[in-house]
C-alpha cells in the first residue's frame, strides 16, 4: 500500500539558517511526488513536484526537494528561512500506475521560523 | 491562475442536519477531489470524480455522498451530519491525463457540527 511519512510534528529554524522538513514514501513503482504548503487559515498550495529527470527539483518561493530512490525519501529545503516561511508542510505521493490520480498525504509538519 | 472556490470559509451545523459543501472551479478541469483535513491525520481522500456524472470513492467515504452534474461544480453532501464530522474540508481539482498531475485546492471549509 502507498503510504507517505513525515517524521517531524515540527521544526524549528532560526531565520537565515537553512531548513529541512523530511518525508519518506513507499509506494510500488516510480512514484510522483509533491510537497504543498499551507498558510493559516487557507487552502494548499502547490510548492514543487518530481516527476522524472534531475534528482534536484525546484519551486515557488525558494523551495528545493530532492528525490533519493535508494532511500525513498523526499526531503523539502531551502537555503535561507524566512520567518514567512513558518506554515503547515505536506508531502504527497501518487502511483503513477494509479488510475484515480488520488494523492496520498503525509500528517505533515509545522515549520516555525524564528526570527 | 486555477481558482478553486468553496461555498463557505466556516460552517456550523447541528447533529443530524443535512450539509451541503460546494466547490467551483474555473478550468475545465475533469477531475474533482473532496478531502477531509484533521490535525496529525493529514489529508484523507473522501470521494472524487473523473468527470460528469460519475463518481468514486476514496479512503472514508461513510457518511458523506458526492453529486457531480456540472463539470464546474463538485457537491459533497453529509446526510446526516454528526460530531465527528467535525473537520477541514478541502476540494481539489486536476488537468486531465498524466503530464500534470498535481492538484489545486480551494481555501477550505471549516465544518463545525454540535
Known amino acids: 500500500a502507498q503510504s507517505v511519512a513525515q517524521p517531524e510534528d515540527q521544526v524549528n529554524v532560526a531565520e537565515g539558517n537553512p531548513l529541512t522538513v523530511k518525508c519518506t514514501y513507499s509506494v510500488s513503482g516510480n512514484p510522483y511526488l509533491f510537497w504543498y504548503v499551507q498558510y493559516p487559515n487557507r487552502g494548499l498550495?502547490?510548492?514543487?513536484?518530481?516527476?522524472?529527470?534531475?534528482?534536484?527539483?525546484?519551486?515557488?518561493?525558494?523551495?528545493?526537494?530532492?528525490?533519493?530512490?535508494?532511500?525513498?525519501?523526499?526531503?523539502?529545503?531551502?537555503?535561507?528561512?524566512?520567518?514567512?516561511?513558518?506554515?503547515?508542510?505536506?508531502?504527497?505521493?501518487?502511483?503513477?500506475?494509479?488510475?484515480?490520480?488520488?494523492?496520498?498525504?503525509?500528517?505533515?509538519?509545522?515549520?516555525?521560523?524564528?526570527? | 491562475d486555477v481558482k478553486v472556490t468553496q461555498s463557505s470559509r466556516y460552517l456550523v451545523k447541528r447533529t443530524g442536519e443535512k450539509v451541503f459543501l460546494e466547490c467551483v472551479q474555473d478550468m475545465d478541469h475533469e477531475n474533482m477531489f473532496w478531502y477531509r483535513q484533521d490535525p496529525g491525520l493529514g489529508l484523507r481522500l473522501i470521494y472524487f470524480s473523473y468527470d460528469v456524472k460519475m463518481k468514486e470513492k476514496g479512503d472514508i467515504p461513510e457518511g458523506y455522498s458526492v453529486s457531480r452534474e456540472k463539470k464546474e461544480r463538485f457537491s459533497l453532501i453529509l446526510e446526516s451530519a454528526s460530531t465527528n464530522q467535525t473537520s477541514m474540508y478541502l476540494c481539489a481539482s486536476r488537468y486531465p491525463g498524466q503530464g500534470l498531475p498535481e492538484q489545486y485546492f480551494g481555501p477550505g471549509t471549516r465544518l463545525t457540527v454540535t
Open chain 1, 45 to 115: 498550495q502547490f510548492l514543487l513536484k518530481y516527476i522524472t529527470g534531475d534528482n534536484l527539483v525546484k519551486g515557488s518561493y525558494g523551495f528545493e526537494a530532492e528525490f533519493n530512490k535508494s532511500q525513498t525519501s523526499f526531503h523539502l529545503k531551502k537555503p535561507s528561512a524566512l520567518v514567512s516561511d513558518s506554515a503547515l508542510y505536506f508531502c504527497a505521493v501518487r502511483d503513477p500506475m494509479d488510475s484515480s490520480y488520488k494523492l496520498i498525504f503525509g500528517s505533515g509538519t509545522r515549520l516555525l521560523v524564528r526570527p
